[in-house]
């Protein structure tokens, strides 16, 4: 935990309170909904905004006290913004020119290693407005590596990009931590990005902090917004116990009870991978359903079910399943909750249509 | 063309690459400051500075004609920092001439700087250019066309001044006396001939710098930024 924060700031009706530790290790995510403060948070760790009276401690650095304030340009960090922010009058490589000049520690990749890793080998002589949107957020990203920085800020980067770009850009994010031991801040509203990139998540709303842990724990609990966003779902560890070569399936260990079968992916047995299960994907049955075609039928335990209030009932509902230690989303009609009576503590089944590998790394062990 | 009118074109450059000079040192922290300040007080400094765009030069004249007679305070000051008296002198020309060009050295500056995105600054700062480092990596290339303005104007101004010149600096050779002032003394004393000569020159002269003026992103009028600063607002 070395990323200490008390930031206090008030603008209008607008006021920003957050008191945290975030660990200086792996990518943290900020999130919550637009104007829950999350870009201001991030300005001032940045420094280019102050709150007044804060204090911001960088793995003991003091970046902010009530007598001291360290300016952007000496704190040692990488921004990426959602504009890419490229400079007009350089050329690509006339941008990532820039950082190297600057750079803040004296080791780290080259020029080289950061353009094979973004794919802009190739674009290093063009004017930077000659590049499509997902060029200038990849070069932008490779400039503020190229700073060298001892903590990377990224705020929406992959905003205004299309689909494609968008999945491409999360792999290369997703790949980052192999390349490079910085800590990552990542401010995103979207559970999508967030849940394939981040380790730790912080959660704002209105400015005020609402939770802060682990993804793979925070991402499950009904009391929190993330489990009722659209794409919501669990983000699980698996081990990978044994490829089955003949139907080109893998099967992976959740715990000593339970097992998943997925697509047969390239790790090596006993690694750790990070799976994601969306709540819409998983279903309850009451008994192990026996002719089914679905091949992950995991017994588990009905945790907790999400409560609506009489005013404001809603077509589906979401229940959080226990298995052991992890737990699952499902989310179901609230016409078959109340059909199979569901209650808390009871024993089922969740049937499981998809599981999504997230990344063969085990970032998150 | 005699030695006199030599003198006064030599002289009237000097007085203008001077004025061009200092301009840029204030004109530029002041256009900053003018860009991106907030406080209430802006229309009325913004007000001052672009005075001498609608006053008679004659105006300003009289006034520093009055602060620079040798009993003043401003003359006494300048007595005490250099040993020299101000009326009629070199000096007194410089100091007149970049009050009066002001306008046209701080409005397309501010003009450039408002435009420009502040994003980019805060990159440049991430990336770790402090502010020195962000004014000459940045702000002077992104605002190239803006200060290549501001400095023809500047200079072009200050050379086609009259009326302030005519009220402080009388009409010395070699000392005050500037091409606009010779040109009103040949036609005076009916040297038509010489007076053809200066006024055709400043023609010439003034035409090209305004040629190349709208060259560089047509740059619409010598007072753009009085009309798009009203329009921003």
Known sequence: MSLLLSLHLKRGDFSLDVDAALPSAGITAICGPSGSGKTSLLRCIAGLDTAPKGMVQFTGQDWQTERRFVRTEERGIGLVFQEANLFPHLTVAGNLNYASKRQFNTTGPSVDEVCTWLNITTLLKRSVNKLSGGERKRVAIARALLRHPQLLLMDEPLTGLHDSAREEMIAVLQNLPNHLAIPVLYVSHSFHEISRLADHVVLLDQGQLVAEGDLITLSTRLDLPLSHQQGAGAVINAILREHDPDYQLSTLS???????????????????????????????????????????????????????????????????????????????????????????????????????????????? | MSHNDWLAIGLTIKLATLTTVILLAIGTPLAWWLAKTHIRIKPILEAIIALPLVLPPTVLGFYLLIAFAPDSAVAQFWQWLTGGTLAFSFSALVIASVLYSLPFVVQPLQNGFQQLHSPLLDTAASLGAGPIDRFFSLVLP??????????????????????????????????????????????????????????????TFSLVVLSLVYLVNGYRGITPSLKSNGATK
């Open chain 2, 142 to 203: 992104l605002c190239r066309n803006n200060f290549l303005v501001a400095s023809t104007l500047g200079f072009a101004h200050t050379v086609g001044e009259f009326g302030v010149v005519l009220m402080i600096g009388g009409n010395i050779p070699g000392r005050t006396q500037v091409l606009s002032i010779a040109l009103y003394e040949r036609v005076e004393s009916l040297q038509y001939e010489t007076a053809h000569w200066l006024a055709g020159g400043l023609i």
């Open chain 1, 254 to 365: 959740i715990d000593t009870d339970h097992r998943l079968s997925i697509n047969k992916i390239s790790a090596q047995r006993g690694q750790t991978v990070r799976l994601f299960v969306a709540a819409r994907d998983v279903s309850i049955s009451l008994d192990p359903p026996l002719h089914s075609s679905i091949l992950n039928i995991l017994p588990c335990e009905i945790d907790t079910i999400e409560q609506q209030s009489a005013s404001s009932l809603n077509t589906q509902l979401t229940v959080r399943l226990r298995l052991n230690e992890h737990y699952l989303l499902a989310r179901i009609t609230r016409k078959s909750c109340d059909r199979l009576q569901l209650q808390e503590g009871q024993s089922v089944f969740a049937q499981i249509k998809t599981v999504a590998l997230i990344n063969e790394y085990g970032n998150a062990s």
